[in-house]
């Protein structure tokens, strides 16, 4: 039984198309995250014996508390050493799909307190600000997110962006410029 010329193109047609759909569902599976077929994983190890512990757990005895005292005394001085006050702004995009503005910052050496965020123009006074507190993500500090509509900036161009920390008795702050486009 020979086959027709019309019936070969309409079998090598649809060997075709069942490649390329078939091709298609593995790259939306991988990209997708539902197999892994480009990336190996590492096989974990396990440890195969127990660590052993230097630890000490007899009973405290006077002398243990007085050498104790001493370290502390020693390793810290009188008064406590601070961390200084610091901030970083980790992120400034504007996002062209919801027209906003996006601020994220790290907190160094303040567990509360408050964020500043200002813009300006030309070294003109600052056009737009908020305030949000310093809070904890993990073990990180950051001041909380800002999302700022841009139809609340009054015009495009090169923006400074200043944002300032303050815990309550020091203050730090980081500045950063972004070219804003409507």
Same mark, same amino acid.
């Given at each position: 039984m020979a086959i027709k010329k019309n019936n070969w193109q309409k079998l090598l047609f649809v060997a075709c198309t069942m490649v390329l759909i078939g091709g298609f569902v593995v790259f939306v599976l991988e990209k997708t995250h539902v197999i892994n077929l480009y990336h190996k994983t590492t096989p974990?190890?396990?440890?195969?014996?127990?660590?052993?512990?230097?630890?000490?757990?007899?009973?405290?005895?006077?002398?243990?508390?007085?050498?104790?005292d001493q370290i502390k005394k020693n390793s810290l001085g009188d008064t406590p050493q601070s961390q200084p006050l610091n901030v970083t702004i980790t992120r400034l995009t504007q996002n062209p799909d919801t027209k906003t503005l996006i601020v994220r910052a790290l907190v160094e050496g303040a567990s509360t307190g %408050?964020? #500043?965020?200002?813009?300006?123009?030309?070294? !003109?006074?600052p056009q737009l600000t908020r305030q949000a507190q310093i809070s904890?993500?993990?073990?990180?500090?950051?001041?909380?997110?800002?999302?700022?509509?841009?139809?609340?900036?009054?015009? %495009?161009? #090169?923006?400074?962006?200043?944002?300032t920390? !303050?815990?309550?008795?020091?203050?730090?702050?980081?500045?950063?410029n972004i070219m804003i486009e409507k």
């Open positions: 974990r190890v396990s440890a195969t014996t127990k660590p052993t512990s230097s630890i000490d757990y007899s009973p405290a005895t006077a002398n243990d508390n007085a050498n104790n %408050t964020c #500043t965020l200002e813009f300006s123009q030309s070294n !003109n006074p904890q993500q993990n073990n990180i500090f950051i001041c909380n997110g800002y999302d700022i509509p841009q139809s609340e900036l009054p015009g %495009t161009g #090169t923006w400074s962006v200043k944002l920390i !303050n815990d309550g008795s020091n203050s730090a702050f980081a500045t950063q």
